[in-house]
């Protein structure tokens, strides 16, 4: 016989939180479902043999145990339950009985003997950093992780831990982007990880927009993501990640100052004549001050002026044009220098002064010569 009793709103919000690692569909019944321990307080987990995320809740326990409900089903019925506090109990048959205020539920529970354990993580390296930094850097790199299976390492972010600080990296072929922050503290030295795009989004999901610190722990096969009273865990991404400092040219004779709006505006202005049927690159053409930005597809052609500061010297180039949106919409500053040099060279945009705290870099299109 299990039995507690927690406020509503905290149940739900761990429950919502779970969910998020418990899988959508799998052979294993118990993995579609969440698993409560209660002994002192209560800890629920999701996990979905890649990602685990457990929370503790606090609850008042009148005897311990552990029991499997389906995630869905005990997401849908605790969020209908008034606010107000709940009470769940087990008993010998597995029958989870759930009651509060004038509303209750008799569901079937599984047996947590069907649940796999998550990953143990050692913990030889630690990082620690402020979680609204850590969601700002996941948030501003993620974009460009890539979607292709074919190279695993990349579908992943770059982690690399050192006494400058945290250093975080994604490619996907076409952009690159990199973030770099202070850290609180550091254990056991240098280090460096892959960790999967997918759970950096749940990651991202769990920091709040605080001071307070998340600690990340390097194991051998796992990392494990720790915020507040929640720990997610993840396999670590094998392989060779690209060499990203020899990818970056940084000796570039093209400098420019761009306000970010200014020209985030324009390449959407321009843009509204590309679809995903009717493609087509968006034409720079970089002179003293400005750059005229044209496109042109089946549905017609556009064109806009953008003033900048620096000569570009009559360079042009071709980029696709949402992915150097997403680059200058994700550089957290007002203003950014970008960094040219032929048209088939990579543009480079990075802080206008001060530490280089992020750097994006986008390949440009090959332009079919002027019609």
Do not use: W
């Amino acid at each position: 016989m299990m039995k507690f009793s927690c406020e509503k709103v905290l149940l739900q919000s761990a429950i919502a939180v779970t969910s998020r690692a418990v899988a959508q569909k799998s052979s294993i019944p118990a993995l579609e479902g969440l698993l409560l321990h209660v002994d002192s307080g209560l800890t629920i987990s999701g996990y979905n043999m890649q990602t685990g995320i457990r929370t503790k809740v606090s609850a008042d326990v009148v005897s311990g145990g552990d029991i499997v409900l389906n995630a869905r089903l005990f997401g849908d019925i605790i969020r209908r339950m008034p606010d107000d506090v709940v009470t769940v109990s087990v008993d010998d048959r597995q029958t989870v009985h759930l009651s509060c205020g004038d509303a209750n539920f008799d569901i079937l529970g599984l047996s947590a003997a069907d649940y796999p354990d998550l990953p143990e993580v050692e913990d030889e390296y630690a990082m620690s950093i402020q979680q609204k930094t850590l969601r700002a850097m996941i948030e501003e790199v993620a974009f460009a992780v890539s979607t292709n299976e074919s190279r695993p390492v990349h579908t992943g972010a770059l982690f690399e831990i050192s006494d400058a600080g945290l250093t975080m990296v994604a490619v996907d072929g076409f952009r690159l982007a990199v973030r770099r922050e202070k850290l609180e503290n550091m254990e056991g030295g240098a280090f460096s990880f892959v960790a999967p795009g997918s759970a950096l989004s749940e990651v991202k999901g769990i920091c709040a927009d605080t001071e307070d610190l998340a600690t990340v722990t390097l194991g051998r096969r796992h990392i494990l993501f720790e915020v507040g009273d929640t720990e997610l865990i993840c396999r670590r991404l094998e392989g060779e990640f690209l060499d990203y400092k020899n990818a970056i040219p940084r000796k570039n004779p093209i400098t420019l100052i761009a306000d970010t709006k200014s020209l985030i505006e324009s390449i959407d202005r321009v843009s509204v004549v590309i679809s995903d049927k009717l493609k087509s690159p968006v034409r720079c053409l970089f002179e003293c001050d400005k750059v005229t930005l044209t496109a042109k597809t089946g549905n017609g052609e556009s064109r806009d002026v953008c003033r900048l500061s620096g000569d570009g010297g009559g360079l042009e180039i071709g980029f696709n044009n949402r992915y150097l949106m997403e680059a200058l919409r994700y550089a957290p500053a007002d203003t950014v220098k970008i960094e040219l040099n032929t048209g088939v060279s990579p543009a480079v945009i990075v802080p206008v002064e001060g530490e280089e705290n992020f750097l994006y870099m986008v390949l440009p299109v090959r332009l079919k010569s002027a019609e």
